[in-house]
């Protein structure tokens, strides 16, 4: 896999510095040789070329650090493309080498033959190393490296000429192409690279055999002329290709290795990614029949509401002697009857308000609720409750709190249970304590009874629906074992908790906290 | 003096009979409408002295658009007959209308215009109770 996006744009970055290292190392090279050797080695034509690519290295820079901090397109393109336009005339020359390539190889692939390309700019871009069409204006940074590393062949050649030719021991520099070219751009568009650098030294060592260049002596070596040693150029143009093929071989063998493992890698975390996406699948199909089965629920505890009603009035009807007086005997079996029939009524009660609690918003209108206002309702509610029950209410509900967002018939409840419990659950003589109040953006709800307590074994599981605690059980036979699974859900529904503190025969504490801004 | 005409209005048969039953243990006239239609039917031919009408499940809203309907009618009587509503929802302060299939005449946020209500299931006293208190009130007649 050749790297991509981010990765390949952080190697062009990589590539830059190089270039500045090769250029310091040139202009050092040039003191070197002209105040310690002695050689006149002038400003130009050197250090014209080197300031020319310093330049552009400098343009590229930019472009790079663009590219870095903004999208790949757009901008960082414009200021991109002005060099780059210039690369793709250079980029010609490849592809009619690549051409040679096809041929030389027998592998002719679609878009390495000229037909179909229409304009002149396509005709000059090759393809797999430029990769793109010319109508499409998407950044590519593979053909943005490969453009630099042919850019950068030539600038070598050139300096090359202008210092000695194929005398200059610098020619194993495009070497360092090569390795580059591997590491960045495909097994092909390296073997390119490789051919090119090769061709354009080879080009310039012959030109300059040949005489059709004129020589510029590096002025190193004790006799001039080496140039013109048709064994020396054979064998120096023999020893630097065979270098470069292979190193090309080499690099591209090991890049390979490197790009497969990186596939497999890639492969690993899309496997990885997509099970994480089924994962997350599963759970919305989970919890969508999570809500269709309390939907179910509700309809369910709906229809039971309506015969339940009528045959409690009609026992209550009954009882009360509107059908005609009854037996003594029937009326203590009616009167259980009445009994058992308000249990399942409660029952069927705090079903509903349970799965209205859980299916959430979907079903409930939300409104500002004063918690303080409907707190100090249900404790009035439940005055009579605690009076009978022969247990102490105390409110400690400030006037002025923060209106919060939530379902009023919901809170009404939680707070109903909570209270109701407490009062339920303690011994005459006992007490009951509600705080309310405001802390850190949050709304905090206290109940606290001096009752019969919770087993610490039974708290893991009150807020579970139908569970009861062993010794509620024995403390009050009727109870559905929903009213704290219903404080729960509610509470959580307004994206707040609800906790609990207790110890057998001492008490116990329910804290519930809401958030001031209700779920968002 | 002749007896107070209460109108009864439920879809649960069932429940009708009851509330007949204990209505006319406390001396009432009962006349009973099982869906929305004959009940507005009756209450214009027979006017009677109280309505007592179900929210009439599955609709849940059938009873709601009667007593709007009822309003709507000319006259000083169906302005002000007295009507009892038997369902929890005055509990419910936060709660407001909207008529589902309504022909748009009531707002969102429209209180029923009711007198009373009364949570199903329905205590026998309490529905003599305020069935006394709502004859009392009445301004019709």
């Known amino acids: 896999m050749l790297p991509a996006g981010e990765e390949l744009v952080d190697r062009i970055g990589w ?80 592809d009619l080498l690549r051409s040679l390539v096809t041929a030389a190889f027998g592998r002719r692939r679609g878009d390495l033959t000229p037909r179909g390309r229409t304009t002149l700019g396509y005709l000059l871009v090759p393809r797999e190393l430029w990769g793109m069409e010319p109508k499409e204006h998407v950044f590519n940074a593979a053909a943005f490296a490969g453009a630099q590393i042919t850019f950068d062949l030539f600038a070598l050649a050139a300096l090359l000429h202008f210092s000695g030719g194929i005398e200059n021991p610098f020619i194993f520099f495009s070497i360092f192409h090569v390795v580059i070219a591997s590491i960045l751009l495909s097994r092909e568009a390296t073997y390119l690279e490789t051919t090119l650098g090769f061709g354009l030294i080879s080009a310039v060592g012959l030109g300059e055999f040949s005489g059709l260049m004129r020589h510029v002596p590096l002025g190193l070596l004790p006799e001039e002329g080496a140039y013109q040693d048709p064994v020396y150029v054979a064998v120096v143009l023999f020893v630097l290709g065979s270098t470069l093929y292979l190193t090309a071989y080499m690099a591209t063998s090991i890049s390979a290795g490197q790009r497969s493992f990186e ?47 009528a045959v409690q009035m009609m026992l209550k009807v009954l009882l009360e002697g509107h059908a005609g007086e009854i037996p003594e005997r029937f009326r203590d079996l009616i009167t259980r009857a009445e009994r058992r029939t308000r249990e399942l009524a409660q029952l069927t009660q705090d079903l509903l308000a349970l799965t209205r609690a859980r299916e959430g918003a979907v079903v409930i209108e939300i409104l500002e609720v004063n918690l303080a206002e409907l707190t100090a309702r249900v404790v009035a509610d439940l005055r009579d409750t605690a009076e009978r029950a022969g247990v102490a209410l105390d409110a400690q509900v400030p006037g002025d709190l ?80 929903l009213g704290l699974a219903i404080v729960k859900a509610v509470a959580e529904q307004h994206g707040g908790s609800v906790a609990v503190t207790s110890e057998v025969g001492r008490g116990t504490r329910f804290t519930v906290t809401l958030p001031l801004r209700g779920p968002s | 003096m002749s007896r107070a005409k209460v109108l009864t209005i439920d879809d649960d048969r069932d429940l009708v009979e009851v509330l007949r039953l204990v209505l006319e243990s406390g001396g009432y006239e009962v006349i009973a409408a099982h869906d929305g239609a004959t009940g507005l039917a ?72 009711v007198q009373d209500f009364l949570d199903k299931p329905v205590d026998p006293k309490a529905l003599l109770e305020r069935v006394a208190r709502a004859l009392s009130a009445s301004r019709v007649k």
């Open chain 1, 402 to 481: 923060d209106p919060i967002e939530g379902d009023p018939v919901g809170l009404q409840q939680l707070v109903a249970n909570l209270v109701g419990n407490a009062i339920r659950y303690t011994p005459r003589g006992g007490r009951v304590i509600v705080r309310l109040g405001e802390l850190e953006g949050t709304l905090r709800l206290q109940v606290d009874d001096t009752g019969i307590g919770i087993a610490s074994d039974d708290l893991p599981q009150i807020f579970e629906e139908f569970y009861r605690a062993s010794n509620a059980r024995d403390y009050a036979s009727d109870g559905t074992g």
């Open chain 2, 42 to 113: 009756l209450a214009q031919s027979e006017k009677p002295d109280v309505i007592l009408l179900d929210v009439m499940m599955p609709s849940a809203t059938e009873g709601f658009h009667l007593v709007w309907k009822l309003r709507q009618i000319e006259g000083e009587y169906f302005e002000n007959v007295p009507v009892i509503m038997l369902t929890a929802i005055h509990e419910r302060t936060d709660l407001r209308f909207y008529p589902e299939s309504g022909d748009g005449t009531y707002k969102a946020g429209e209180y029923l215009p």
């Open chain 1, 263 to 309: 596939r497999e890698a890639w492969r690993l975390s899309d496997d990885v990614a997509r099970k994480a996406e089924l994962l997350e699948a599963a759970y919305a199909r989970l919890r969508q029949a999570e809500r269709a089965k309390s939907k179910q629920m509700r309809k369910v505890a709906h229809e039971l509401k309506a015969p339940i009603a």
């Open chain 1, 15 to 94: 590539l830059i510095r190089l270039r500045w290292l090769a250029l310091v190392g040139v202009v050092c090279g040039g003191f070197f040789v002209r105040y310690a050797l002695g050689v006149p080695v002038g400003p130009w034509p050197v250090g014209a070329l080197v300031a020319l690519l310093a330049l552009y290295n400098l343009l590229l820079a930019v472009a790079v650090s663009r590219l870095r901090r903004q999208d790949r397109t757009g901008t960082a393109m414009a200021i991109v493309l002005a060099p780059v336009q210039l690369l793709k005339l250079w980029l010609s020359v490849q």
